[in-house]
């Protein structure tokens, strides 16, 4: 069944198109992955989808619904969550607190958004910082209190905006790990845009490469990888050379 589709986007900003005549589609279960170059369009995707910008042209489907006259709050309601590439912590709250937030928006009862609160924060594996205020966290840590917060609205979709970002090689693995753990736990179906190739390529089983605001290839992660188009664009022939993901 698919959950996602976006047909036909295209979005301008003055003379720059940012997106032209996108098509993609997402299956329940998958994990798709979106690399380019910066200026690709991958964030601007992202800000449709979720309703943060309205496209020129073409529509976004989710679960069957056309969401493109849609609030960012409305299509979250459907179970679309989202991990920004800029974290905007609470400063004065404290992780835990940060998480229960999240947690409200499919619940009322305030034991039973606890209880959500604390399994996200179980799941991502920081119960250690829950009584940490979120100014007191780097980089790295917020960006797990982010992905704890997303999970804590309960999705059904999870687009997750460059997390592995700043990650050493090592961290890079065990938040693959994770991510691959919570996806089986929680049955989510995942979009993932990253520059870091060893956390997408691990991570994803299709890959959608943008340049420019053109899609320029789809495939598996091993077609991708050797992509004449995708190489000279975006990877490189030293990657292709390595693909050290593999």
């Known amino acids: 069944m698919k959950v996602l589709e976006v047909r036909d ?16 589609n997402v299956d329940e279960g998958e994990t798709v992955g979106i690399i380019g170059p910066n200026g690709a369009g991958k964030t601007t995707l992202f800000n449709i989808i979720t ?10 489907w989710i679960f069957g619904r056309n969401v493109n006259s849609w609030r960012p709050h409305k299509i979250a309601s459907l ?5 920004f590439q800029i974290v905007k912590p609470f400063p004065s709250l404290t992780v835990w607190e940060t998480v229960v937030v999240g947690s409200y928006l499919k619940s009322r ?13 179980k799941l991502v594996g920081i119960t250690d910082l829950k009584d940490r205020l979120s100014r007191e966290l780097n980089i790295p840590q917020l960006k797990l209190v982010e992905l ?6 309960r999705p059904k979709i999870l687009l997750i905006d460059e997390i592995a970002a700043g990650l050493t090689p090592t961290e890079v693995d065990k938040m693959v790990k994770k991510l691959k753990e919570i996806k089986e736990r929680l049955g989510l179906t995942l979009l993932v ?54």
Do not use: Q
Not at 51 to 60: E, I
Not at 109 to 121: M, N, P
């Open 148 to 153: 704890a917060r997303s999970i804590a609205t």
């Open 9 to 24: 986007i295209t979005k301008k900003f003055g003379a720059l198109v940012a997106l032209n005549s996108i098509n993609l």
């Open 109 to 121: 009862d305030a034991s039973e958004a606890h209880e959500a609160a604390l399994e996200a924060l």
């Open 193 to 246: 845009v990253e520059h870091v190739m060893k956390f997408v390529m691990g991570l994803s089983e299709r890959i959608i490469v943008l340049h420019y605001g053109e899609k320029i290839a789809e495939g598996s992660p091993e077609s991708i990888s050797k992509d004449p188009r995708v190489i000279e664009a975006y990877l490189g022939t030293k990657w292709a050379e390595m693909r050290e993901w593999s």
């Open 79 to 83: 179970g679309v969550s989202r991990c």
């Open 51 to 60: 309703g943060f910008l309205k496209p020129d042209k073409g529509t976004v």
